[in-house]
């Protein structure tokens, strides 16, 4: 069993969204677990079939302009996904990871220089991201 290392209750307050350290994603009817019970244990809506690589580390719930219930995860892998938080569509992904060339011996090499997202916010009409290199980025999008 993999620890569980992000929650967020959908708009909505049925559907509890978790992410854990393999990297996946699973939304579960918090109806289906009883008082006391465990949550992430209960009756599977759906699971992301796209896993973040070295695992989930922070997930988020928030609502589109166009009143979309939706749902982003963030990994290690430094991608933010953006669902569709009832069907489980993915809408968007979005890679915060920056390339640049290395430079001496390798100088034709591509060095990935990694952000892994620490936490996620909703805001009007996008997504507020941080990461371990210290930044906060603002993401817009235009999910259907």
């Known amino acids: 069993q993999a620890a569980v290392t992000g929650l967020a209750t959908i708009p909505g307050g049925r559907l509890l969204a978790s992410g854990d350290d393999s990297g996946a994603l699973l939304v579960t009817d918090l109806r289906s677990t009883g008082a006391g019970g465990n ?12 896993r973040h690589t070295g695992g989930v580390t922070a997930v988020a719930a928030g609502t589109s302009s166009g009143g979309v219930a939706l749902l982003a995860s963030g990994g290690r892998d430094g991608t933010v996904r953006l669902w569709n938080a009832a069907r489980g569509t993915p809408l968007q992904t979005i890679q915060t990871a920056t390339y640049s060339r290395a430079r001496g011996f390798f100088a034709d090499a591509l060095q990935q220089h990694r952000h892994e997202v620490t936490d996620l916010q909703f805001v009007d009409d996008g997504l507020m991201v941080c990461g371990m290199d210290g930044a906060v980025r603002f993401f817009p999008f235009t999910p259907a």
């Open 39 to 50: 949550a992430t244990g209960g009756r599977s809506i759906w699971e992301a079939r796209e």
